[in-house]
């Protein structure tokens, strides 16, 4: 279960209690930690992740995105389009601290990988370009970091841009995202003056020189134009940390000149409670601010200790249970991630809670009530992987060769079962039809299919029952895109992809009667069956319905199965566009029948011919699925968002203010709707989100039909 604020903070009072831990550890338990780093598209993400591994000395060579050849963005498809596609992990130490770091990717149609990085981690980076600000993605991964309580803080970046303001993007923080963003540093010069970063803590100029950046720190005093600047700034952060910490308050009364420790330790404790985000600046292209944004992620983000126990229950009692972060406690763990790596096979990304996971022993999954055997443990490091002996609690890595665990699983001991809450995913918004190119791939697609779903919860694979088509469902166009580039590539399957077409069915107007008499001769034998049909329209969602109102001395028992058929396939091959028929109630109200000649055949086929007759004089019409809509949007973007609405044919039926967003309520046709979620972020600059569920069929406008019908 996701702790809640209070709880929070009560972890953060009990932290100084000692974990047991284990001798074979990489790090104590307090010198860990597991952070995230999450932004919009295009904020410096990966390039951050790319300078923390340098300076650490993880790499020895950073890599750019902009050439292909960072460590993070290891696939093909990110190198080739400079844009994070999956979550990557990596282990790096500093300050003899162990740094467990996930580069999440910035792009909505991808956001299921902030939410089940999410999940894990204990404090996260949030990026912000220094020009930009608060973008619409940065909204959404920080509200994501909110529903998970995850303590955060900020690196403003980009700060060497034209038209960055450091001032501004800290403002929109507080404004736009409702936290308390403290700067706790400010920028030495902006644009192409932009040369370090002034620490408000130890009152100090730091200089960064991009031209040799392995060594490229160094302290001066603040200079005179920026004296007063500093002064207030640091006036400020002393402020607004004494109305949330009282130890800070206190050293403020006795001395406004705070010291620098009590001010660390202050805004270490209200980041782990929530209360504040710390703020620093740079420029990660450029090389500045990197190693003082290390130091933060030391100083003020959580180790494993500092966050609140995790909670679950019992998978046979739902007694709710905790776990400790304690290396000798019982052992549970989440699998957050699967992946197919073709060297090694398959590839279940934890993190371990409680316990010790060793390479050797048996695990239990309480959703399958099953063990199943480590073989290998590793440690993550992008594409590559570390062989290791065992995972200690607060740690993240992966085991290699678990056959059938699912993202969103627990690992635990078979004696002390707990199940952790699952992971919440999104529901895919867009589909499109794919099939093989020739039988020989057939199979090859479905194996590759089935890999890319087990990969990726929010891309599902269905097969329509109408068309017959297997459908691909994703977050978005990009999304279907790279599936659609990875089966290519990765998998070697020639596909054939499209855009899926919409299940119309067909509903009869009109009541109308209809006979057919078959009497022919077929095979040497002739064959004889009559039968007359009524047809009538039903209640819109009702189905259909079959009634036999014909005496059984005139069509006898034996035959009604066959004529049942037969009223079966005239249904569901329809009587304008092929499309099955529904809310229609079929009435056989006569018959006729020779004992010498009657066959089944016959009255099955004189079934099917009496109801087309009966179809053709009913008025029949097309009718096409509604989707329930429910748009989420800022109210700057209402008139765009409905003015487009009544261009897809939609009906409000109920608009709602929801603090500063509306939210709309419409029903639409399904075939309106492809390619939406492409328009609706073009309409709101990507600030809007919606959901949307099958509500009903409804009838087609009548120029429509026609198009349709004649297509």
């Known amino acids: 279960m996701v702790p809640t604020l209070e709880q929070k903070a009560k972890s953060v009072k009990q932290a100084s209690t000692p974990a047991r831990e284990a001798e074979g550890r990489r790090r104590p338990l307090a010198k860990v930690r597991n952070i995230g780093i999450i932004a919009h598209i295009d904020a410096g993400k990966t390039t951050t992740s790319e300078r923390m591994l340098f300076y650490s000395g993880r790499v020895h060579r950073m890599g750019e995105v902009h050439d292909g050849n960072t460590v993070m963005d290891w696939m093909i498809q990110e190198k080739e389009r400079g844009i994070t596609i999956t979550s990557a992990a990596t282990t790096f130490y500093w300050r003899d601290h162990q740094v467990n770091l996930i580069d999440t990717p910035g792009h909505v149609d991808f956001t299921v990988e902030v939410e089940r990085s999410l999940r894990v981690l204990d404090g996260a980076v949030g990026v912000f370009c220094g020009v930009g600000g608060v973008q619409p993605q940065s909204e959404t991964v920080w509200q994501q970091a909110d529903r998970y309580h995850v303590p955060r803080l900020v690196f403003v970046n980009k700060l060497d841009r034209v038209g960055a303001d450091f001032d501004s993007v800290v403002d929109q923080i507080n404004r736009r995202l409702g936290s308390i963003a403290i700067p706790v540093q400010i920028p030495w010069g902006r644009e192409d003056q932009f040369r370090g970063v002034i620490d408000l803590l130890e009152m100090r100029g730091i200089l960064f020189d991009d031209t040799r950046p392995a060594d490229a720190l160094r302290y001066e005093p603040i200079p005179q134009e920026f004296a007063v600047a500093a002064e207030r700034a640091r006036a400020s952060l002393i402020e607004q940390l004494s109305e949330k910490d009282e130890q800070v308050l206190a050293a403020y009364v006795e001395n406004p000149d705070v010291p620098a420790a009590v001010l660390r330790d202050g805004l270490r404790r209200q980041t782990l409670a929530n209360q504040v985000v710390p703020v620093l600046c740079g420029s990660s292209l450029r090389n500045k601010g990197i ?174 029952a109408e068309t017959g088509q297997t459908l691909i469902s994703g977050m978005g166009e990009l999304h279907l895109e790279i599936l659609r580039d990875r089966l290519l590539r990765e998998f070697k399957v020639q596909a054939n992809t499209g855009k899926p077409m919409v299940a119309y069915r067909e509903t009869v107007t009109l009541p109308s009667e209809a006979e057919h008499v078959f009497n022919r001769e077929i095979a040497g034998s002739v064959q004889f069956a009559r039968i007359a049909t009524a047809v009538e329209p039903r209640t819109r969602g009702q189905g259909n319905a079959i009634e036999f109102e014909v005496s059984t001395e005139k069509v006898p028992g034996a035959f009604r199965d066959a004529i049942r058929q037969g009223l079966g396939d005239g249904l569901a091959t329809g009587a304008l566009a092929n499309c099955a ?131």
């Open 291 to 464: 190693q003082p944004l290390l130091d933060a992620v030391v100083d003020y983000l959580p180790a494993p200790l500092d966050a609140c126990a995790v909670s679950g229950h019992h998978p046979k009692t739902d007694e709710i249970i905790t776990r400790e972060a304690d290396d000798f406690g019982p052992m549970s763990a989440l699998a957050f991630k699967l992946q197919n790596d073709p060297f090694i096979g398959r590839l279940v990304f934890v993190r371990v809670y409680s316990g010790q996971i060793k390479k050797g022993q048996n695990i239990y999954n309480p959703r399958l009530r099953k063990r199943e055997r480590i073989t290998r443990l590793v440690l993550l490091h992008a594409d590559h992987r570390d062989d290791i002996d065992t995972l200690y609690a607060g740690e993240i890595g992966a085991v290699v060769g678990l056959k059938e665990v699912t993202t969103g699983d627990t690992l635990c001991v078979e004696n002390q079962p707990i199940e952790l809450e699952r992971i919440r995913f999104p529901e895919p918004v867009i589909s499109m039809a794919i099939e093989p190119r020739s039988q020989a791939d057939r199979d090859k697609l479905l194996e590759a299919l089935s890999a890319l779903a087990m990969e990726d919860p929010t891309c599902v694979i269905a097969r329509d």
């Open 581 to 711: 028929l529904t809310d229609v109630r079929v009435r056989v109200i006569s018959g006729a029948c020779d004992e010498a000649t009657s066959t089944d055949v016959a009255f099955r086929t004189a079934a099917v011919l009496a109801l087309r007759e009966a179809l053709s004089r009913a008025g029949v019409v097309l009718l096409e699925p509604i989707m329930k809509l429910e748009i989420i949007t800022p109210s700057e973007y209402m008139g765009d968002v409905l003015g487009d609405l009544s261009a897809r044919r939609g009906r409000v039926r109920e608009m709602t203010a929801r603090g500063m967003v509306q939210v709309i309520a419409a029903d639409v046709p399904l075939a309106e709707l492809f390619g939406y979620s492409t328009a609706i972020r073009s309409l709101t600059k990507g600030r809007a989100s919606y959901t949307m569920e099958p509500t009903c069929f409804d009838r087609v406008p009548e120029g429509i039909q026609k198009q349709l019908v004649n297509r």
